[in-house]
């Protein structure tokens, strides 16, 4: 069973745009939510991350939203480059306990120049 | 370089063979995690250490895995025995536990490739 679910599977994006991902989860005993950037035969390289005490978290053109009632997080990436495509993971980890990461399944994101 | 290094970055291993892998955590990092991924996934939680105490192991860990963390500094996880179905690349990360959940760093992974 998939604890976090990720949407789009893939993304094209025009230079210059706003790229969206979105992530939605049931258990509410999570507590830690980051979003990772993935290059091919790279590991994942942490990109910004965010507790549920806050709505939102921005960290230069990365920008995380989180809805606690919703059960739902999203990244925006504006001004996107051609250098942001990669795959994006958004991630969960519970409270009080070893703080496994549960991943989503990625989004391939594509900046067309 | 003072990021997660795993060695090697590749192997390409007959099956039923044995493969050991090797992670080197930042150094004041306690905690020290597996994770498998495969193609078009994202990385599933094998298992952790803090120090040197394996703390928790997924159900994904049959018993032909085994990972250790002697003295509490690198990692060595071993796959016995291998299957194809072991390809995939195995990341391992560490983090610096403290009261609430903190970042974990990757490391760049090691390719498996089981023919």
Known sequence: QQQVKQSPQSLIVQKGGISIINCAYENTAFDYFPWYQQFPGKGPALLIAIRPDVSEKKEGRFTI?????????????????????????????PRNTGNQFYFGTGTSLTVIP | DTGVS???????????????????????????????????????FLTYFQNEAQ?????????RFSAERPKGSFSTLEI?????????????AS?????????????????????
């Open chain 1, 65 to 93: 939203s989180f809805n606690k009632s919703a059960k739902q997080f999203s990244l925006h990436i504006m001004d996107s480059q051609p250098g942001d495509s990669a795959t994006y993971f958004c991630a969960a980890s």
């Open chain 2, 80 to 92: 016995q025995r291998t299957e194809q179905g072991d390809s995939a690349m195995y990341l391992c």
């Open chain 2, 55 to 63: 703390l928790e192991k997924s159900r994904l860990l049959s018993d």
């Open chain 2, 6 to 44: 795993q060695n090697p970055r590749h192997k390409i291993t007959k099956r039923g063979q044995n493969v050991t892998f090797r992670c080197d955590p930042i150094s004041e990092h306690n905690r020290l995690y597996w994770y498998r991924q495969t193609l078009g996934q994202g990385p599933e």
């Open chain 2, 95 to 115: 983090s610096h536990h403290r009261d609430r959940t903190t970042e974990q760093y990757f490391g760049p992974g090691t390719r498996l490739t089981v023919t």
